[in-house]
């Protein structure tokens, strides 16, 4: 597709489930991230895949949450055992991982707890 | 650890005045990025800035680097209400591309 797509684009599911969302980034970027922003809040990295290189997860805020990448295409982003603090947006981003091209983001994850 | 900080946190503003938002950075960078966020909407890229002394330019808006400061700086001239939206910088630590977004700042712009 000609930008970063994100599924679903909302999810409202109940404290103590799992949920599981989806990023397709654009064709040939090596690169993909993965933000939390909550209400009014700024961007709060989580996890960065850049190519096969071992992923970045120093931002991953608990064990509770994983990211997993096939090759350079598709990643899902799972939070576990869910918790009402996690209510937030939850932003893809991919980029083509050299050069200064910025990143291109999708729409986003709005994700409820109740 | 790198660190990004912007200032003002929010902004409300008459049209037709001038401003400048402020992003300040912790650690050596050779990237720096400007992007707006649209209520409810995704983020979209404003300025790529990569090296000391650079300055871009479009329409209302002009942002700068100086690396010496670790500072950039958005400025807005003659601001009109369709500016209103948020502000974010981002910076790379040098050799990665590892993202570090500032705070942003809520910009409003009043008729």
């Known amino acids: 597709g000609a930008g970063v797509s994100q599924s679903p684009s909302n999810k409202v599911t109940e404290k103590g489930k799992d949920v599981e969302l989806r990023c397709d980034p654009i064709?040939?970027?090596?690169?993909l991230y993965w933000y939390r922003q909550r209400l009014g809040q700024g961007l709060e990295f989580l996890i960065y895949?850049?190519?096969?290189?071992?992923?970045?997860k120093s931002g991953l805020p608990s064990d509770r949450f994983s990211a997993e990448r096939t090759g350079e295409s598709v990643s899902t982003l799972t939070i576990q055992r869910t918790q009402q603090e996690d209510s937030a947006v939850y932003l893809c981003?991919?980029?083509?991982?050299?050069?200064?091209?910025?990143?291109?983001f999708g729409d986003g994850t709005r994700l409820s707890i109740l | 650890e790198l660190k990004v900080e912007q200032n003002p946190l929010f902004l409300s503003m008459q049209e037709g005045k001038n401003y400048t938002i402020y992003c300040n950075y912790s650690?050596?960078?050779?990237?720096l990025y400007w992007y707006r966020q649209d209520p409810g909407k995704s983020l979209e890229s404003l300025f790529v800035?990569?090296?000391?002394?650079a300055v871009k330019q479009e329409g209302r808006l002009m942002a700068s680097l100086d690396t010496k400061a670790r500072l950039s700086t958005l400025h807005i001239t003659a601001a009109v209400h369709d500016l209103s939206a948020t502000y974010f910088c981002?910076?790379?630590?040098?050799?990665?591309?590892?993202?570090?977004f500032g705070t942003g700042t809520r910009l409003k712009v009043l008729a």
């Open positions: 895949f850049q190519g096969n290189s071992a992923p970045d």
């Open positions: 981002a910076v790379t630590a040098s050799g990665t591309y590892k993202y570090i």
């Open positions: 064709s040939g970027h090596t690169a």
């Open positions: 800035l990569l090296s000391n002394g």
């Open positions: 981003a991919s980029s083509p991982g050299q050069g200064s091209q910025p990143q291109h």
């Open positions: 650690t050596t960078s050779d990237r």
